[in-house]
């Protein structure tokens, strides 16, 4: 029986070092990236080919896990071991990993040419440096070739960090955390527990959860959190002015302080602090530096394989069919991809990496399917504020919102309780909506002028909804997506408010 064989080999690394893994020679299916939208090809792959044979390339130590959390719940874990199990409860108090799936998930790279069933294999710290196109392979950081009948590039993006900060020299650049991997978050953590000042720079999703989740900190150990960034407000970028300025202020109660408007000048280390001089003059002193200030996409096989990259959005250009050549497609967020809906985009979620993931891997084996189905994120940013959003959101387009009052049920966790969903990645729980109807309640007047308790935000472009925030208005994401879906021009969004229900607790 073949349980013999596994002893015996165990027996023998017990006096030898083992020996590096035996790398296949050919894969019918070769996923170049660990991440989300890999993980999803993968998934997605083995769904419609049952004993396809798949392995996943990735230049990290560890197996396919999703990032949101390292930025989200893992902060909120009561468990001081957190950073050694990476296990975070969901919103309905069920805890989980951030893997996607436990070792035992995986076969062995060595094993998958013989598989008889197939199965999804990870070869752990490989980087494909090199992609011959025509011959179909690729070449490793090592010298190894695999070719493959289907290749999908998932390799995401690389942090982008500030030129100020690079050209300061080493002594900065090891007090400088650039965020995006679980080693970021273990070392993060443990900057958090030994310094008495953290100043994240970036005015972004990343960066204000961050600072939201290092704020919370700072209220129990002390732990001063500046964040500073260009725009006026948090989410400047994404959130209208008002409604920006109103999450700054939410940001604050979480113990962060605010350095708005802030461009930096020079950072420098002196007397072993940084101070971080702003273009307008004012100096800011603090121990360490988180910058969250974007993300480039991975693009480096695109020299060797003769593929596009988009000059606008970055990344890698491929048709609504995530193709980028005749076997080879791109998801996640090194794909610039066409929206048969929206036009050409570039996005960089974790349920867009599952949503082009997945659509990738149908397509892979013989879906020929567009790519319409909106991707959604989320951002909780503190207990009061939650939004969900889908389709194209950016503080340029011109915006309707329509608010109501919020009840003490439209925070993020009461919705997390009430949903049972893990992660809120809401292509993982499909839901489809039929047309709504609409709430016949009346609306009702918001007291105070300035009270967003809760609402929905539109995004136009030529007069049609591109995009919708819900504003801690939790479930209602099918609704939106029909919106979008439909693209018609409506005379008067409060009426398609209504669509939502917003009035009626």
Request: charged letters at 25%; aromatic letters at 8%; hydrophobic letters at 35%.
């Amino acid at each position: 029986p073949p349980g013999v064989f596994v002893a015996v080999s165990e027996i023998k690394s017990g006096d030898a070092a083992p020996s590096p893994p035996k790398i296949p020679s050919h894969s019918p299916y070769l996923l170049i990236g660990g991440g989300t939208a890999s993980f999803a090809a993968a998934r997605s792959i083995r769904a419609r080919d049952p004993g396809a044979k798949v392995l996943i390339v990735t230049d990290e130590p560890d197996l396919p896990y999703m990032r949101p959390p390292l930025s989200k719940e893992l902060w909120f874990s009561d468990d001081p071991s957190v950073t050694e199990t990476l296990r975070f409860k969901q919103w309905n108090g069920k805890e989980r990993s951030i893997y996607f799936q436990p070792p035992s998930f995986y076969i062995n790279p060595e094993d998958l040419e013989s598989a008889e069933n197939g199965g999804v294999a990870v070869l752990l710290s490989k980087k494909v440096v090199h992609m011959d196109v025509r011959g179909n392979k690729v070449k490793l950081d090592d010298g190894t070739e695999i070719s493959y009948d289907k290749c999908l590039i998932a390799t995401g993006g690389v942090p982008r960090n500030l030129q100020v900060i690079e050209r300061a020299g080493e002594e900065v650049m090891s007090r400088t955390t650039l965020f995006r991997k679980i080693e970021d978050f273990k070392s993060l953590d443990k900057v958090s527990r030994n310094v008495k000042s953290v100043t994240i720079i970036g005015g972004g999703f990343l960066g204000s959860e961050l600072a939201c989740a290092l704020g919370r900190k700072s209220t129990e150990s002390g732990l001063e959190v500046i964040q500073m960034f260009p725009e006026r407000g948090n989410m400047g970028k994404v959130l209208p002015e008002y409604l920006s300025n109103w999450t700054t202020e939410k940001v604050k109660r979480e113990g962060v302080k605010i350095i708005s408007e802030a461009l930096v000048k020079s950072v420098a280390c002196k007397d072993d602090r940084l101070e971080i001089l702003l273009k307008d003059g004012r100096l800011v002193k603090t121990d360490h530096i988180v910058a969250a200030v974007g993300l480039e996409p991975n693009v480096d096989l695109a020299k060797s394989g003769g593929l596009e990259v988009d000059s606008d959005f970055g990344g890698y250009r491929v048709n609504a069919e995530l193709q980028a050549r005749s076997n080879i497609w791109v998801a996640g967020d090194a794909a610039c991809f066409y929206d048969i809906r929206l036009g050409r985009r570039r996005v960089e979620h974790h349920d867009h990496a599952v949503v082009s993931g997945r659509l990738a891997g149908e397509n892979m084996t013989g879906a020929s399917k567009p790519y319409w189905h909106q991707s959604m994120f989320w951002s909780d940013l503190g207990p009061d504020v939650g939004y969900e959003a889908i389709g194209i959101v950016d503080s340029s387009l011109p915006t309707v919102g329509v608010f109501a009052k919020a009840t003490a049920k439209d925070t993020p966790k009461a919705a997390t309780e009430e949903s049972g969903t893990g992660i809120r990645s809401e292509s993982e729980t499909e839901d489809t909506a039929t047309s709504p109807v609409a709430s016949t309640a009346p609306a009702p007047v918001v007291g105070h002028k300035d009270d967003y308790g809760k609402g929905v935000i539109f995004y136009l472009r030529d007069k049609v909804v591109v995009g919708i925030i819900l504003w801690n208005v939790f479930n209602r994401m099918p609704v939106a997506r029909k919106i979008i879906k439909d693209g018609e021009e409506h005379a008067d969004l409060n009426e398609v408010a209504k669509l939502f229900n917003i009035h009626e607790d």
